[in-house]
Every structure is written in structure tokens, then in C-alpha cells.
């Protein structure tokens, strides 16, 4: 009989392949003295395991430094092309499908608008699968070293009963209409490629909690300032999830009690302040070719001294700024990162005005100890924080390629054992 909890060989092997490979993957390229430095393995174990990870092709050598004395020191670093990754960003205006290899290499990209349909469900999965299949074919990557595929979607993500690659997950969207959509399902009819699905704003806050401007913080708030308003919260390196996944819906905390009603419905919610949609309601104009353009086209009337846009993109930073100082008083963080397509274009106009409001909204000391910067992985960043969903499950795998829908054994019937 096995003990519980306790670890057996393969637990042990696949925790230091694990081991090697996220180290070779964020610090890379790594010698495999350094390796044993960073790990604490001993130099057998790198030895054994980095031998592994060659014969599997998972790793490679790429090049060597002189060392003290003795022979130069050989490094390593993960096989870029060894497999491929896929990023999905269900967003307001269209949907984005790019295909990526292990360094982040964006390799091909998919993007189609949404109809007029918007957000019809049976719409956003066709056009998923429609740029999952133009991606693989322009490139012509094999599916079977295609990790999975992660989605980034507006809203609520309750996810299946085993893990994220489960087709059971569930979406449920107020802002677009999508109640308890089985999203996970509706994609597997047409695809046996790995689903892993999640919030958009925590997708972008994984991406730059891992690559861009969190790295190297424990406690972290990354904003998504889009069409809409979200967040995820970084608490000791995790993100937090509450008890339903619901956690940094931040666009929806109030900011006006009976104020302008939100696309969830309720009134005053933050989001209906200071999202793209709103931003352009509140000015009054409609410039033709969508809210990319049409914010494009109020920022530029706030440079040139139009007074309504000044106003209001004025009143938009102390709203954010009031509402960032909400985070600092809640949660503590280290840094808050504002991200987000409308985040990074109205950003750096915004920027001293949201510090400033924050700085007056917060308590002093936890203010004192935060600071505000932009994202720096560009508006694109929720469709690789997407992409990071596989990378994630295939590092704490120790680089086991997950199997097809059609190689996963059938799920028992409700209620079997």
C-alpha cells in the first residue's frame, strides 16, 4: 500500500526535471554548475537530468564559458522549436489567434473580427477553431508537438473537475451575455488539442508577472484596461482566485453610488468611468472605424487642448487613481501594473495624474511602498499570457507532452467511482 503524501521515484524525477527546466527557461542559458547552484541538486542529479532532457530534445547546448581553471563550462538552454504554444484572446472587437514556440516567438496570427453577431458563442468558437486551423496550416507545425491551446475570454472561468485541460470548464460573461456557456465542449467538437482556459486579465497578468514589468515581485495587481476593466491579483508569486475564480473583477467595484449604469447591469461600477466604451459615450463623438480609433482620436483632441477631452480624460486618471488606491489599501502590493490596449495608449498621458490620485486616495505607508508603472509587453499581451496557460501545465510536468483529447481515457458517468 502507498503512503499518502509520501513521493515516490517518479514524483522525485519529475520534480527536478521540473526544477531544471523553469530555471533554464527564466534564467537560461544556464552551465550545469549553475544549475546546481540555483537548484540545489546535486551534481549527479543535474548530470542525470540534463542528460534526459537532451536525449528528449527538450534542451540544447549553446555554446560554453571559460571557467576558473578548469575546462570551459558547457550551457544549456530550452529547445525553442521543440514544440509550439497557442494563444487565444476572445476580445471586445475580434478574436486573436497567434501560434508561438517556446521562446515566445509569435510564428503566425490569426486575427478576425467578430460580426455583427458580437459575442454570439456558437460565432467566438468558430472563429477560434477557423484561426487555430489557419495557424497550423500557414506554418505547418505538427499538432502532436502543439502543447495546448489557452484561451483568454471575458469574465468568470469555473473550470472542470480534474484541471484546466478538462473540456468541462464554464464561462459565465454578464458583460457579453454568456451565462454558464460550456465553453470547454463547444471547443472540443472540433478540435483533440489540449484546452486551457481562463479570465483575460489574469492571462495578462501572468504574462507579465513571468516576462515583462511584475518580474522579480511577489505582490502584484496587473490591471487590464480595455474595452473593459479587470485584474489580476498576484498574492506571494500566485494568483488569486477567491473561492470561485471570480477574484479581480476589479472593473466592477463602485465608484458612484447610483452613478452610470455598467454593461453588467449594475450602476456606478468603475468600469463605466473609465473602459474605452464608456470613455467614447461620455465624450460624445463616434469617429468612424471602431474604439481603437476612436480613442486614438480623443487622446489626440486632449493634445491639442480640445477642453472636453482634457476634462475627461482628467476626471478618467483620478477615477483610476482613486480606484488603484482602493488595491494598495486592499492588498498591499508591491506594484501595480496597468496594462490592456487602452491602458498602454492612454498610459503615459495618464500616468502622472492616476499617481497623483493614488498617492491622495491611499493610506501613506502601504502608498509608499507600491509603485505604478505600465505594462511592457504591448497591447498583444493577453494573447501570450494565453499562450502561457500550456507553458505553465508542460514546466510542472518536467516537460511531458500532454495527451490528445482521442489518448485521454472516457470520463465516468455521473456519480461512477
Known sequence: MTVRGKKTVRDLRRGSRSALLRRLYFDGPLSRQELGAVTGLSAGSISNVTGELLTDGLIEECGSVESDGGRPRILLRVAARRAFLVGVDVGETQVRVALFDLARTELAASDRPL?????????????????????????????????????????????????????????????????????????????????????????????EMWFGAGRGVRHAVVALFGSGVGACVIADGARFRGATSSAGEWGHTKVHVGGRRCRCGARGCLEAYVGAEALLERWGAAPPGGEKAGLAALLAAAEAGEPAAVGLLAEAAEYLGAAIADLVNLFNPERIVIGGWAGLLLGPRLLPGIRAAATEYALRFPREQTSIVLGTLGPEAVTVGAATLPLSDFLDSGGEFPRRAAERPAALPSGGR
Open 115 to 207: 460580426s455583427d453577431q458580437g459575442h454570439d458563442v456558437d460565432h467566438v468558437v468558430e472563429l477560434i477553431l477557423a484561426g487555430l486551423a489557419e495557424v497550423l496550416e500557414r506554418t505547418g507545425a505538427d499538432p502532436a508537438a502543439v502543447l495546448g491551446v489557452g484561451i483568454g475570454v471575458p469574465g468568470i472561468v469555473e473550470q472542470g473537475d480534474s484541471d484546466r485541460v478538462d473540456p468541462g470548464v464554464v464561462v459565465h460573461g454578464q458583460t457579453v451575455g454568456w451565462d454558464a456557456v460550456p465553453l470547454g465542449r463547444l471547443l472540443r467538437a472540433g478540435t483533440d488539442l489540449p484546452l486551457f482556459v481562463d479570465n483575460g486579465a489574469k492571462t495578462l497578468g501572468q504574462a
